[in-house]
């Protein structure tokens, strides 16, 4: 019975790492950083200075009425600022959207003019091998919140390996 019942503590721990891990490699992108979703942003070297993967999150932060969230379906309908055959369309304030698969996506703001003063963002989703564009930008601005995801993250993964190493003793 004892060891039935380390059996199922090693299968919880096992299956807690994993998630952890996968966790820690999702990372969540605040549209804009600071300023958010909003005209005064110059999105395209805010889009530089991230690496988005497969499993990553867009966060959109806005004032609802104000802007709102519209994915276009191609670079055609992004160039022109066309938001006549949008895919989807999110007026929240606070508009997640995952990423889950590889390849370009086209976000503008569906109020009238936005997308023309440049609220317009173009990523590219990377998979989770794939090596992204260098950073060579500085490092600072862009990447200290997943920093601290990640340390924390590992801070629980090592709490778990602890505990497996305590179950199999
Ligand atoms: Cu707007």
């Known amino acids: 019975m004892a060891m ?21 490699l999702a990372k969540q992108h605040v549209v804009g950083g600071s ?4 005209a005064s942003v110059d999105f395209s070297s805010w889009e530089s200075s991230q690496t988005f993967r497969v499993g990553d999150q867009l966060v959109f932060k806005y004032t609802p009425g104000l802007h709102s969230v519209v994915e276009l379906a191609s670079e055609k309908e ?8 949008a895919l989807n369309s999110m007026n929240g304030g606070t508009s997640t959207v995952k990423l889950n698969k590889t390849g370009y996506r086209y976000f503008t703001c569906g109020t009238l003019g ?6 317009k963002l173009k990523i590219k989703t990377l998979a989770l091998n794939e090596s992204g564009p260098s ?17 924390s993250t590992s801070m629980l993964i090592a709490i778990a390996m602890f505990l497996v190493l305590l179950v199999m003793v």
């Open 78 to 85: 992004y160039t022109k600022c066309n938001i006549g055959n």
């Open 114 to 119: 936005h997308c023309q003063e440049g609220m």
């Open 35 to 38: 300023q958010g979703w909003d």
């Open 135 to 151: 950073t060579s930008t500085s490092p600072a601005s862009a990447s200290s919140a997943p920093i601290v995801l990640f340390s």
């Open 4 to 24: 039935f019942c380390r059996g199922i503590v090693v299968v919880v721990v096992v299956i807690f790492v994993a998630v952890a891990t996968k966790e820690a």
